[in-house]
């Protein structure tokens, strides 16, 4: 009976504890924003799911390998209060030079929820952040994002005893990989994917593929485009 007792106090406290997480209030109008040049502003709408008054606070950071000079953009507000069940429009303006104009340049928005003060002193307090990529897309780029995606090439690589695909990509916009996977031999690899830079090259993993195959093999990946939808693409590739 004490073991019984035992178990059933554990099972009250994991719920206890389970309750006192605060969960994430806040919903986001899209998977990423495009911003074009010849806009004024890009914006994204922001909404209290809660029942309560939220604070959210939000800012702009380079993409990886960018320093923070390299983010000539406002955000406002960067710091508002959000009604239960109320909306927040957030504005992106550039700052009209800094960035090249001849690919498109990627950054990232922040949107964090500010957690409340709690009553109770051993609750729990996480503050959610969601992360969303903003392409700022100058005017007259040649092609097109979705063209683009479709016309990535690729490669076989063996080096250092071990085989991998190498991703080029040959347009001036970046290429949002959703999944890469390798059909060699009837049998399916996955494959270790990043986004493609314009004008980039990544060197991928191919994960478990014997490193002494030879023969053709098919690759399909998947493309994430302006809208957050999944486009499907394949080709056969020569070792």
């Not at 554990?10 to 605060?22: E, F, G, P, T």
């Not at 939220?54 to 710091?79: H, K």
């Not at 995606?149 to 005893?161: C, D, I, M, P």
Request: hydrophobic share 40%; glycine share 6%; net charge positive.
């Amino acid at each position: 009976m004490k073991a019984i007792n035992l178990l059933r106090l554990a099972q009250v406290l994991a719920l206890s504890a389970v309750s006192s997480v605060c969960l994430a209030n806040i919903q986001v109008g899209g998977t990423r924003i495009v911003y074009p040049s010849t806009d004024r502003e890009a914006s994204i709408q922001v909404r209290n799911q809660n029942t309560t008054d939220i604070m959210i606070q939000s800012w702009l950071e380079p993409a990886a390998g960018q320093v923070s000079s390299d983010v000539p953009f406002a955000l406002t507000p960067s710091l508002a209060r959000l009604g239960a069940k109320k909306q927040q429009l957030l504005r992106i303006f550039y700052q009209g030079k800094g960035l090249p104009e001849n690919q498109e340049t990627v950054l990232w928005l922040n949107i964090q929820e500010i957690p409340q003060a709690s009553t109770n002193e051993n609750g729990l307090q996480i503050a959610f952040r969601q992360r969303l990529k903003v392409f700022y897309r100058p005017a007259n780029l040649p092609g097109s994002a979705e063209e683009a995606a479709k016309s990535v090439k690729w490669h076989v690589l063996h080096e250092s005893g071990r085989t991998r695909l190498l991703a080029a990509n040959t347009s001036a916009f970046h290429v949002s990989l959703n999944s890469v996977k390798v059909i060699a031999n009837m049998k399916e690899y996955e494959v270790k994917s990043e986004m493609l830079s314009p004008k980039g090259t990544n060197k991928m993993t191919i994960e478990k593929l014997p490193d002494n195959y030879q023969g053709d093999i098919k690759v399909h990946w998947e493309a994430i485009n302006d809208y957050g939808a999944i486009t499907k693409h394949s080709t056969t590739v020569q070792f």
